[in-house]
């Protein structure tokens, strides 16, 4: 049995006589003898070509290995799934996104118990792999942490005197040049259905905003989740926020492997780092960032890895006393490495500290959240991280609302536009895409509630998100700036107008949500937190008293699965 500092899990794969077989089959693929002696670290390594957030993870798993060879581990790479979400959105194929946060949680628990690491990296570059891996770091509780693959570069793209984009070779003196990222090009869609600029126009853009590797540039859900990782204390707070092409990737990835090798010596594991304190400081970046409402959801999932309380009012609580302070896309001007260039989390940690609203807590770093928030450097004048006397609100970005259409609640991201109360006419689809339709018919009118139901964790299966409908209805100007829109599925990114998603219980469960008819009235109420469907709760039961849920799309496999076990989107959405 191995004495060696660390190497506390994986004796019973590699030592001893017993075990020849093992260590003859590790030697066939190039471990030596002194190899296998060594503390074993896991890679779990989300990479795919299919898409930018994920393709250059081969390059950071390389530095994070050898990080782990000069502290003396031995590191084992292995490989999980990963969707993007970017790229089937707006696809049946979207479904398969919330879905694979449990199927790569679930993954990288059985690799890990099955080879008895004695540490863990997981590599991750997208909105699901990020949660997904901290579920199985929490699960597993071996010394371990999540490091994320950073984000992309802005697009460049050149305007024409009437703001439309330039298409083609365009010299770099001609017209105004803007930086962009994907939800761009989710607005030129609806701007190109509703005939506002043509094909050409529309492929500028395309062409435009996604310059290289790297997730979506916008505190849209892979930013928020690694933001969120770097407060929970489970990513390396600054080092995993350097870009995905930054010159200073590969040494933050390789520092990183070093530091997994000081946690399987020091034994601390991810149950002692994420506690409920740890929580609360990643739901204040949160909302003092603008960031996701898939948070919400995703918060809540790794707690109940955890078994530690947290629901959608905990939100509400530290929203309400959070200024948001972050002007960050997609509500406000800046990109995610714009962020990073300010100083980063340990910028936001310092002004969370500042104000009180930083809990103390370990870190993957050795360090605490508070020494970590110390050691801040501020690019004198960056316009990112504003200071707390000079807010974009006073109140966080994120509202939790409920009421008769939404008993369970609702997530409101308020950060983007000043709408505080809407009353409309609802405009009822049993899907998005006849949503998405409806919208390119011109069929949708100012202010009307666009009601998007049977897309909830159960019913979808899988909660698709909105943006491709969000960010078609903000290339339509007089509706962008009118409609409100609910779901039981999720909204995210477009940050233009009143948008309820997660709202539960959903409609294949039979909540209120399935009760509303073409024609009723909704009501928002931001500062009262309800949302109302303007008819008699008597009137509501009647029309559920028939109820019959929609036949459900699969009838086997993983997506029956799911549907057959995920728990209310107020509980996480996760699978039991």
């Known amino acids: ?65 050898q990080g782990v060879r000069e502290a003396g581990g031995t590191p084992m790479e292995f490989n999980t799934v990963t969707i993007s979400d970017g790229i089937t959105m707006g696809t049946e194929g979207m479904k398969a996104s919330l879905i694979s946060r449990e199927v790569i949680a679930d993954s990288i628990e059985l690799v890990a118990r099955g080879n008895s690491f004695d540490g863990l990296v997981c590599i991750a570059g997208c909105d699901k792999n990020m949660p997904a891996a901290i579920m199985a770091l929490a699960r597993l509780d071996i010394p371990g942490l999540m490091l994320y693959g950073g984000s992309i570069a802005p697009g460049h793209l050149h305007l024409g005197p009437d703001g439309k ?116 400081n990643a739901i204040a970046a949160v909302c003092a960032s603008g960031g996701s409402t898939n948070a919400v959801l995703h918060l809540i999932a790794i707690a109940r890895e955890l078994d530690i309380p947290l629901d959608m009012q905990d939100f509400d609580r530290i929203s309400d006393r959070t200024p948001f302070i972050c002007d960050l896309i997609p509500g406000g001007t800046y990109v995610a490495s714009d962020y990073q260039h300010a100083g980063g989390s340990r910028v936001l940690a310092a002004r969370l500290l500042e104000r009180g609203l930083l809990q103390d807590n370990p870190t993957v770093s050795g360090k605490t959240i508070h020494e970590e928030a110390k050691l801040a450097e501020e690019t004198p004048g960056q316009p990112v991280i504003r200071p707390w006397s000079n807010p974009l609100k006073p109140t966080g970005g994120l509202v939790i609302l409920k009421g008769n259409l939404a008993p369970e609640g609702c997530v409101v991201k308020v950060a983007g536009h000043e709408r505080i109360h809407h009353t409309g006419v609802a405009r009822v689809f049993d899907s998005e895409d006849a949503c998405f339709h409806a919208i390119e018919a011109g069929k949708i009118n100012p202010n009307d509630v ?19 409908v969000t960010a078609a209805i903000k290339g339509i ?22 948008m309820a998603g997660h709202v539960a219980p959903e409609a294949q469960l039979g909540g209120p949500i399935a009760a509303v008819r073409e024609g009723d009235t909704i009501t928002f109420d931001i500062p009262g937190r309800k949302l109302t469907l303007n008819v008699s709760d008597a009137e509501i039961a009647a029309r559920l008293k028939n109820f019959k849920a929609p036949v459900p799309h699969y009838k086997r496999g993983v997506f029956f699965k799911y549907a057959n076990s995920v728990s209310s989107a107020s509980e996480g959405a996760v699978t039991t």
């Open 1 to 65: 049995m191995s004495n060696t500092p660390g190497k506390t899990h994986s004796n019973v794969l590699t030592e001893g006589a017993s075990r020849a077989a093992a260590r003859a089959m590790l030697r066939g693929v190039g471990f030596s003898r002194e190899d296998l002696s060594k503390p074993i670290i896991g890679i779990a390594n989300t990479w795919t070509e299919i898409g930018p957030c994920n393709f250059h993870l081969r390059d950071i798993a390389e530095a994070v290995k």
């Open 450 to 468: 666009l009601v998007i139901r049977y897309e909830g964790p159960r019913g979808g299966p899988g909660m698709r998100e909105m943006l491709a």
């Open 165 to 280: 984009p330039l298409p083609g070779e365009v010299p770099e003196s001609t017209g105004k040049e803007i930086d962009i990222t994907i939800q761009a090009v989710f607005e030129a869609i609806g701007s190109h259905a509703a005939g506002r600029i043509d094909d050409a126009q529309l492929e500028a853009v395309e062409a435009s905003a996604c310059p290289g590797p790297g997730a979506c540039g916008g505190q849209f859900t892979a930013n928020t989740m690694a933001m969120a990782g770097e407060f929970l204390g489970i990513s390396p707070m600054f080092l995993t926020g350097v870009p995905a092409m930054d010159a200073h990737k590969h040494e933050a990835s390789r520092q990183a492997g070093r530091l997994v090798m000081d946690l399987a010596r020091t034994g601390l594991t991810p149950r002692q780092i994420i506690t409920r304190g740890a929580l609360e």
């Open 477 to 498: 100007p007089e509706l962008s700036k009118t409609v409100a829109l609910l779901t039981d599925g999720r909204f995210s990114g477009a940050t233009h107008g009143l």
